[in-house]
């Protein structure tokens, strides 16, 4: 006889003995674990094939070592890492991480917590990260150029279109998926789909950019409709100038809301007459082309405020969404946005909620959306710039936002009818934890002990 199922705190307890020092991956696990559990205890065959057990330990982690030449002819030496999660229900797909805060820990946490986005986006799609603790900011093109070549050099033998796509993530964006691509064709000696977030002239898919801001905010509206509500005149408080959160801003002001805050590392701007369209453009100029400060908008725009290395959850809105980085927002965050009559708050950031942070919001009665829901978005366009690679063909800006709308409709629907209890409260958190699972554990299943 199998043992029996144990409780979280024993489960919890297992994992992090075998992953010592690694919070930002048992946070994961646990925040998964907690539903899964119980839901494993109707379903015993999950629990006597060691389902969960075997998905908190990832199939396998490529660890390298990057070396690049900076600008004055020093030698640099970081480290990177493909974290491949699971492949259960296609290749590992999932972003890489450019930033100085990247370790194990953070990309473990990452990689699993896709296992399970990419499950309800319905697509193909298994879960996997990666990453270096270079840091981007403040290096010139030719430098970034050079380390992504260098980090390709060692990543190309493990991914491919079949195998592992990797795509975007904070500090990788176009012209990082540029450079990555090209090494990866000089050194195959092949044009194939293995990365997505590309550039439209060589087999991008139109809307990748946009898709992760915009499907938050897909996603945000579908849960607003079941309150009868809609987004006309709803003041939002986001976090994060970066993809996600512009494209959330941009959305958001397209459809009637006013944007009060956007931040970067450095702290929060806070503009009490919103952000509009023309201020939101000067904004994308400056933190993409010049990829600059977000404090430059204070000086250049009449009654706003720069507030230094502070968070924007005490600012008073109906709506926040926290779409910078993980554990952004704490339990005094929370506690001020409750404290505030916020409606909902939507997750664009992977895991920007502390445990706290995230067990507040389920015990409120407010619309609490979390990452591997509210964000799927961005890789499940990338699940579509896979389809069109291997087709070759280029699907319209209008049928891809058709079918973005779509998926994001259809999470949303899988939240509610694995979220919601016997009194017809609806819990997005464990809604999004069990469809994730379940789709992912039958084909487990189906592979028997492997
Ligand atoms: P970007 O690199 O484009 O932007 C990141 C933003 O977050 C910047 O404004 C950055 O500020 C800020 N930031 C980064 N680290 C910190 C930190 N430690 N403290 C405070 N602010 C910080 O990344 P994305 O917009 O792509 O990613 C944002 C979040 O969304 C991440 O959690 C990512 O995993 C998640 N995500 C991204 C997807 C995508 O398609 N890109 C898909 C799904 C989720 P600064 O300019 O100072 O660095
Ligand atoms: O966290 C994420 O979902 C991403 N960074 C996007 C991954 C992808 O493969 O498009």
């Known amino acids: 006889m199998p043992d029996k199922i144990p409780d979280l705190e024993t489960f919890i307890e297992g994992v992090r003995k075998r992953n010592p020092g690694q919070d930002e991956f048992v946070q994961a696990v646990e925040d998964v674990a907690q539903d899964i559990i119980p839901f494993v205890a109707d379903h015993p065959e999950y629990h006597?094939?060691?389902?969960?057990?075997?998905?908190?330990?990832?199939?396998?982690?490529?660890?390298?070592?990057?070396?690049?030449?900076?600008?004055?002819?020093?030698?640099?030496?970081?480290?990177?890492?493909r974290v491949q999660n699971?492949?259960?229900?296609?290749?590992?797909?999932?972003?890489?991480?450019?930033?100085?805060?990247?370790?194990?820990?953070?990309?473990?946490?990452?990689?699993?917590?896709?296992?399970?986005?990419?499950?309800?986006?319905?697509?193909?799609?298994?879960?996997?990260?990666?990453?270096?603790?270079?840091?981007?900011?403040?290096?010139?093109?030719?430098?970034?150029?050079?380390?992504?070549?260098?980090f390709m050099s060692e990543l190309f033998r493990h991914i491919g279109p079949d195998r592992d796509v990797p795509a975007g993530d904070i500090g990788v964006g176009t012209r990082e998926i540029g450079y990555l691509f090209g090494q990866y064709k000089k050194l195959t000696g092949r044009w194939e789909g293995v990365l997505t977030g590309k550039a439209s002239e060589y087999g991008g898919s139109?809307?990748?950019?946009?898709?992760?801001?915009?499907?938050?905010?897909?996603?945000l509206r579908e849960m607003l409709k079941d309150r009868d509500e809609g987004l006309e005149d709803k003041s939002a408080v986001i976090s994060g100038s970066g993809n996600v959160a512009l494209h959330a801003?941009?959305?958001l002001i397209g459809e009637g809301a006013k944007v009060l805050t956007l931040s970067d590392s450095d702290g929060f701007i806070h503009?009490?007459?919103?952000?509009?369209?023309?201020?939101?453009?000067?904004?994308?100029?400056?933190?993409?082309?010049?990829?600059?400060?977000?404090?430059?908008?204070?000086?250049?725009?009449?009654?706003?405020?720069?507030?230094?290395?502070?968070?924007?959850?005490?600012?008073?809105?109906?709506?926040?969404?926290?779409?910078?980085?993980?554990?952004?927002?704490?339990?005094?965050?929370?506690?001020?946005l409750l404290d505030n009559d916020v409606m909902a708050v939507v997750e664009g950031a992977n895991m920007p909620s502390t445990a706290d942070a995230s067990a507040r919001f389920r015990?409120?009665?407010?619309?609490?959306?979390?990452?591997?829901?509210?964000?799927?978005?961005?890789?499940?366009?990338?699940?579509l710039e896979m389809s069109q690679n291997s087709e070759r063909v280029s699907w319209d800006h209008e049928k891809l936002d058709t079918m973005l709308t779509g998926l994001m409709q259809?999470?949303?629907?899988?939240?509610?009818?694995?979220?919601?209890?016997?009194?017809?409260?609806?819990?997005?958190?464990?809604?999004?934890?069990?469809?994730?699972?379940?789709?992912?554990?039958?084909?487990?299943?189906?592979?028997?002990v492997v």
């Open 249 to 251: 801003a941009e959305k």
């Open 206 to 219: 139109k809307l990748r950019t946009e898709a992760t801001g915009y499907g938050v905010v897909y996603f």
């Open 48 to 81: 006597e094939a060691e389902i969960l057990r075997r998905l908190a330990e990832p199939d396998r982690i490529v660890s390298f070592r990057v070396c690049w030449e900076d600008d004055d002819g020093n030698v640099r030496v970081e480290r990177g890492w």
């Open 271 to 336: 503009d009490p007459d919103g952000i509009d369209e023309e201020k939101l453009d000067w904004v994308k100029t400056l933190k993409i082309e010049k990829r600059g400060r977000i404090s430059d908008y204070a000086d250049k725009f009449d009654g706003a405020e720069f507030h230094e290395g502070k968070a924007p959850w005490a600012v008073d809105c109906d709506i926040s969404l926290p779409c910078a980085t993980q554990n952004e927002l704490d339990d005094g965050g929370a506690k001020a």
């Open 410 to 448: 259809d999470i949303h629907d899988k939240c509610v009818e694995s979220g919601t209890d016997d009194d017809g409260n609806v819990d997005y958190v464990r809604g999004a934890n069990i469809a994730g699972f379940r789709k992912v554990a039958d084909a487990m299943l189906a592979f028997g």
């Open 363 to 383: 015990k409120s009665d407010i619309l609490f959306g979390p990452a591997k829901a509210a964000n799927a978005g961005g890789v499940a366009v990338s699940g």
């Open 86 to 150: 699971n492949n259960a229900v296609g290749p590992y797909k999932g972003g890489l991480r450019f930033s100085e805060n990247v370790n194990e820990s953070v990309l473990k946490f990452l990689a699993f917590e896709q296992t399970f986005k990419n499950s309800l986006t319905g697509l193909p799609m298994g879960g996997g990260k990666g990453g270096s603790n270079f840091n981007p900011k403040g290096k010139s093109d030719r430098e970034v150029m050079r380390f992504c070549q260098s």
